[in-house]
Structures are given as C-alpha cells and as structure tokens.
C-alpha cells in the first residue's frame, strides 16, 4: 500500500508567519498541496506533519478518511521519523513532500512513485538555470560547478518504505540534511532523477508567493482596444455584414465593401494591440484598395496580432440600425464573423440597437458599429 508525508512543520521565519495556511488564490497553501494527493486513488494514507503551534487548530481540517495529522519535530529529519512512526503500512512506497509546494501536478508524484516501484528511490528535479558557485563563508568564490551536471531537487521524494526507514536508522543523526534521499545517497542506494517542471517550486519567501499565485490564477496580460465605423446605406449595392451578406434592397457604400462590423472589429484588434487603425494599412486615397472584401482587411489584422503573438481573448460588438431587422440575421453574422476571426463561438458577443428613428442611422440612411475587444499579449 502506497502513503505520502507531507512535512509542513515550518514556522515560515522568511515569511512572518507560518507560510503553509498563508492564503494562495484563495485557499490556504496546505490545503492545495494536501488536495493534490488526495487526488490519487493509490495512495492509501496521508500523514500531515503540523507544528506544535498549529497542531491543535487545524488538526481536524481535513475529512478525508486516508489524513492523518501529527505533531512535527524539531527539525525535518524528525518530523519525517514521527510521521513514517504514524504510516500504518509495513511496506509499499513512501512519498515524502514538502508542504509549501502547493503547485505539484499529479502527474508527478505518480512518475516519482513509479520510477520508486522500479528503482527503490526516486527525486523530482530541474536541471539548474543559474551558474552556481561555491564560497567560503558566503564570499570570494571557491570554484565554478559545471552547470550542465546539476540538478535542483524537489518533492515528492519517493522510497520503498523499507529504503527509507533503513536510512533513518542509519544516517537520521544528520541534523544539517535539507533533505531524505541524501542519506538515501550515503547507503549507496542509486536514487533516480526525475525530470519535473519548474512550475512545482517551493513557496519561500514572498516573491514566490507572487509566482504561486500568478501559476494558479494564469498570469495573462490583456489588453483592451475599441473600434468605431459608420457607412452610408445607399439603395442597389450588397449588404455585408460580419463577412455575411445579408438580404436587403440597400448596402453599404465605401471604399471597401463597407462591411462597418468588419471595420469596427478590425479596428477594436488593432487598437488593442496598440497598432494603429486599419487606415494606416489600407489608406482609402490608394486606389489599390478601392472595393478590396473586408474580410482581406481582417485577415491582415490578424496577421498583425499574430507577428506579436496575440490572442482574441473576446470581442463584444454592437451594430446601430434603424433597418434592416438584424435579429433575424444574428446567427449568420455570427458565424460568418467567428469564421473570419478563428475564435470559438462563446468569445464573440453580437448585439444590435436601432437609432429610436433619431438622425441619419434613424432615417435608415447609414449603419454604424461599435466593438471592443480583450486580446492577450
Ligand atoms: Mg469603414
């Protein structure tokens, strides 16, 4: 039978308080790290190991039959030993965590788990980004150590449970160790990397905290632009709207094919991605451009947002007419227009206003649009 540890004994010095119930996206940081392994059927038991100070409190946070609370020691090595005291079973793999990591995927505590079952030791871990040098106390450099050969270590630390009780036995006196698997290591046990993601780190001190919470709630910039056309309707050209022609006896007159929803949205894009409007691209005094589609005007839009990588995150657009009805057309502008911009159905909003018979829009003599777009940079 399979058990994890989870050690959340600090009292969070870096942090001013203990870092493991500091809210993170809404929920303290323990219980998200605690969730990711109650998420695995396999694992039969969870020992929480909580400071003394925390113990009474928040002992019973947890109604899950398979967690079990106990107090922390003094140091990490006895905490660990008071909790494998606590695991109920003889044998199977031990997984060992630390409780301020709350972003561990599932994934790989089981490919530590598996790579344990195989190995008899297993380490999450990234290779180093940083050149890391040695010191003396903290001063002049000693020596480079080549990057390519380090690895910085994670958790879950993953063991057979008779590995791991073996190394306690043999080596648990080792006050200064940050970590299990070294006395692992000083058995001669081979103990086997695994390649994790640099998204499982260990929340520290208050910029990590930062990066935690930027992971867990998507750390997306968006960006908004707004956009405004009006056309005059004239009796005998084609309607288009969204890229869709729509039957009326009237259309829209311009240099293009005066579709002002194309227009209005390009510009909404453009004007979001801070890259001017679509007159800077398609000048109307250039004759080149005299009845060019709109939708060869959007297209080039989007070939612009995508050069700075940007994504439509939504679109909301209101068309202004007096005539024709636009409700019965709704579905096929819609389409038409998602079409166009590649973005699925529930990211474009489509609405429609008539002008009250109030001015030119209300005499049914031009058709104007507004849009405003969210787009992510
Ligand atoms: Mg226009």
Not at 50 to 78: F, M, N, Q
Not at 223 to 229: A, V
Request: proline share 6%.
């Amino acid at each position: 039978m399979n058990s994890a540890i989870i050690l959340a004994g600090g009292e969070g010095k870096r942090l001013g308080r203990p870092k493991q119930f500091l809210p993170l996206a809404g929920k303290p940081m323990l219980h998200r790290t605690l969730e990711a392994f109650l998420g695995l059927p396999e694992l039969k038991e969870i020992v929480v190991a909580l400071g003394p100070a925390y113990y009474l409190d928040h002992r019973k946070d947890w109604s899950d039959p398979r967690v079990k609370v106990v107090r922390a020691g003094e140091t990490r090595l006895e905490s660990l030993r008071k909790a494998v005291k606590a695991l109920s079973f003889k044998d199977g793999l031990v997984a060992v965590h630390d409780g301020a990591r709350p972003l561990v995927s599932p994934e790989i505590i089981r490919k530590c788990l598996q790579e344990a079952e195989r190995h008899g030791a297993s380490v999450p871990a990234v290779p180093v980004k940083d050149t890391i040098k040695e010191s003396k106390a903290g001063s002049a450099v000693l020596k480079t150590l080549e990057r390519s050969r380090l690895w910085a270590a994670q958790t879950p630390q993953c063991y057979r449970k008779e590995i791991l009780l073996k190394a306690l036995k043999l080596h648990g006196n080792l006050r200064q160790a940050s970590d299990e698997s070294q006395l692992v290591e000083k058995m001669g046990v081979e103990v086997r990397l695994v390649p994790s993601s640099y998204e499982n780190l260990k929340v520290t001190t208050r910029e990590d905290l930062v990066f935690a919470e930027a992971l867990l709630t998507g750390s997306k910039a968006f960006r908004t632009g707004f956009g405004y056309d009006i056309h005059r309707l004239v009796p005998g050209i084609p309607l288009w709207l969204g890229g869709a022609k729509i039957p009326h006896d009237k259309g829209l007159l311009g240099h293009s094919d005066g579709d002002v929803l194309l227009h209005a949205v390009a510009d909404s894009l453009l004007g979001a991605a801070a890259l001017g409007d679509i007159g800077r691209y398609f000048p109307p005094e250039e004759e080149k451009w005299k009845g060019i589609p709109s939708r060869s005007i959007l297209e080039k839009v989007l070939e612009l947002l995508r050069s700075r990588q940007a994504r439509i995150e939504n679109l909301d657009a209101v068309l202004v007419a007096q005539e024709p009805r636009l409700r019965p057309h709704y579905e096929k502008i819609h389409q038409s227009l998602c079409g166009l911009l590649k973005v699925p159905q529930e990211r474009v909003n489509l609405k429609a206003k008539t002008q009250e018979e109030m001015g030119e829009i209300g005499r049914g003599k031009a058709i104007a649009c507004y849009a405003v777009a969210a787009v992510e940079i």
